[in-house]
Each structure stands twice: as structure tokens, then as C-alpha cells.
């Protein structure tokens, strides 16, 4: 079965850190642009994050820029999304998915394929 776990959510308060981890199973994640997306309460997905297949291209959501950082490390499988200065608004369900790729030295912050269960995150004091 081929899919992307994600972890590292929680509870921490405004100005706090966390990191997130997205880890494949069942495929080598070394050849995919992947992208870190976001779910708040009553809002619509959006995308926060990726990176490309060898981690030379990143693109941040202008809401992130600056806070957020995003990194892979092939040899565990895994990218990662350091989280800091964390605001409320930050507050949401986390996933991972496999991006389109590279256009224009841009990665693409869409998605293809089905969600997992992704990780919450909650900025609360």
C-alpha cells in the first residue's frame, strides 16, 4: 500500500515550535516534489509548502514565509516542516501529499492523489 503518514502535531502555544514529519510507506519518496497543505476550521485546503525531488527548490505560501521551513532528508523517507513563531491562525489539520513537480524553478503547492489522515495543530495559549 502505497501512502504518506504524517507527524509531529500538537498542542503548542503562540510563539512555540513545532515539526512536522511525512514519512512514505510502500514507495521511495526520493524522485517526488512533495507539499505540505493545511486545513483550518471552515476553510478550504490550502497549500503551505514543498519542496522539490533533491530539496535544491522550495515555495512557501506568503503566510509561512519567513516561519516555516521545509526539508527532506531521502535516505529516511521523510519531509520534514519546521514550525515556528507559531500563531493561532496557524491552527489546522496538516498533510502531506506528492506535488506535480517543478514549473519555472517553482515547486507546485498542489496535490496529487488521495489525503491521509494528516496532523493536527493546535496554537493556543
Known amino acids: 500500500q502505497l501512502e504518506l503518514v504524517e507527524s509531529g502535531g500538537g498542542l503548542v502555544q503562540p510563539g512555540g515550535s513545532l515539526r512536522l514529519s511525512c514519512t512514505a510507506s510502500?514507495?521511495?519518496?526520493?524522485?517526488?516534489?512533495i507539499g505540505w497543505f493545511r486545513q483550518a476550521p471552515g476553510k478550504e485546503r490550502e497549500g503551505v509548502s514543498c519542496?522539490?525531488?533533491?530539496?535544491?527548490?522550495?515555495n512557501y505560501a506568503d503566510s509561512v514565509k519567513g516561519r516555516f521551513t521545509i526539508s527532506r532528508d531521502n535516505a529516511k523517507n521523510t519531509v520534514y516542516l519546521q514550525m515556528s513563531s507559531l500563531k493561532a491562525e496557524d491552527t489546522a489539520i496538516y498533510y502531506c501529499?506528492?506535488?506535480?513537480?517543478?514549473?519555472?524553478?517553482?515547486?507546485?503547492?498542489?496535490?496529487?492523489?488521495?489525503w491521509g489522515q494528516g496532523t493536527q495543530v493546535t496554537v493556543s495559549s
Open positions: 501529499a506528492v506535488s506535480p513537480g517543478v514549473v519555472q524553478d517553482t515547486c507546485l503547492m498542489t496535490a496529487l492523489g488521495s
Open positions: 510502500g514507495f521511495t519518496l526520493d524522485y517526488y516534489t
Open positions: 519542496i522539490s525531488s533533491n530539496g535544491g527548490i522550495t
